[in-house]
């Protein structure tokens, strides 16, 4: 039998049959496991296949993962040199951000974006909280906005608060599988209980003190908007930790660098100090935003990144 997994607890996998029928399913023993070397070896949006347990009625086993169209995945936290899965097999991924209660940070966004960018997964930034910004707050995020446009980012400004601007997403996540990544406290959930009939996520508060999300949302979950609508709501990410990413292959997850490909002096040119570097040229030349360049090269100087 075939199933898409539809949340994971770690232990625990509710995974929804062909028939349409939910059914919570566990691994047993060693499965054929794509070589990622992850805390987590299933991620939502995983297609997999299973038996029945026939010693726990009603329950399945998960015998095998079938290889996924992509994934997005951070550094695992607790593991030093490994991942863990945030979602499988997406359409489109979306970063929930906000300006503040909480600041996400633009290496915050870029880190994300190259992840994404790595398997070309269209991806949107939706800043969340319209109704808490204030005139030159309004501009800032313009300014925002015009950076990930210029790379083909597109970005929506909204109000789950105040339903304000849902119109353009529910466009954007039509006839898709749509992961919502972002801070905790961002909104994740408020907007996904907006999207889904008759949802009524658990949302959180934002700690007047810290101004941080209290991380209200533990698993990631995916949900129906309609057949063939999907999203996947997801806990909040404190730090978003790249991994498995060599120094080589960088910029190409940098569309606005990738577009130079191929004309720098130097073809293994890594866009530091290199004389004649096409990267460099066009920062000089405002064509590549300053801070996404700065990003780069934390990103770069960020040893754990690798395997
Ligand atoms: N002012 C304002 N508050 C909002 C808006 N959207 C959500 N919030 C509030 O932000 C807080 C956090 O919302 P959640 O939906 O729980 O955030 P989350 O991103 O799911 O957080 P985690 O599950 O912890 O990752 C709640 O108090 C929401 O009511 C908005 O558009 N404006
Ligand atoms: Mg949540
Ligand atoms: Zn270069």
């Not at 004389?275 to 960020?302: D, F, G, T, W």
Request: glycine share 6%; hydrophobic share 35%; aromatic share 6%.
């Amino acid at each position: 039998m075939k199933g898409l997994v539809y949340k994971s607890t770690g232990s625990w996998y509710n995974v929804k049959l062909e028939s349409g029928e939910f059914i919570e399913c566990r691994t047993r023993g060693k499965m054929k496991l794509a070589k990622l070397k992850v805390t987590n070896p299933i991620a939502v949006g995983d297609v997999v296949e299973l038996e029945l347990d026939e010693s726990h009625k009603g329950t399945g086993i998960i015998k095998n993962i079938t290889p996924r169209t992509n994934y997005v995945m951070r550094k695992s936290v607790h593991k030093a040199k490994q991942g863990s899965l945030i979602a499988a097999n997406i359409n489109r991924a979306i970063l929930i951000a906000t300006l503040h209660h909480p600041k996400t940070s633009l290496g915050f966004i870029d880190r994300f974006l190259v992840t994404t960018d790595s398997f070309r997964i269209p991806s949107t930034i939706v800043f969340n909280k319209s109704d808490l910004l204030t005139k030159e707050d309004l501009g800032a995020i313009n300014y925002i906005s015009s950076i990930y446009e210029a790379i083909g980012v597109n970005t929506l400004l909204i109000s789950a608060l105040k339903n304000e601007g849902l119109d353009k997403l529910k466009q954007l996540i039509n006839n898709q599988t749509t992961l919502i990544s972002g801070h905790s406290g961002t909104g994740k959930s408020t907007i996904t209980n907006l999207l889904i009939p008759n949802l009524k996520q658990k949302v959180g508060e934002v700690s007047e003190s810290v101004k941080k999300g209290v991380h209200t949302t533990t698993f990631a979950q995916m949900f129906e908007v309609d057949e063939s609508t999907k999203i996947i709501d997801t806990p909040g990410i404190k730090e978003l930790g790249l991994i498995g990413i060599e120094d080589a292959e960088l910029s190409d997850y940098f569309p606005e660098m990738r577009n130079l490909l191929g004309e720098c002096k130097y073809n293994n040119c890594m866009h530091t100090h290199e004389p004649n570097c096409a990267v460099i040229a066009a920062i000089e030349n405002e064509k590549i935003a300053e801070s996404r360049y700065l990003s780069y090269l934390s990103m770069l100087e960020n040893e754990d990144r690798r395997w």
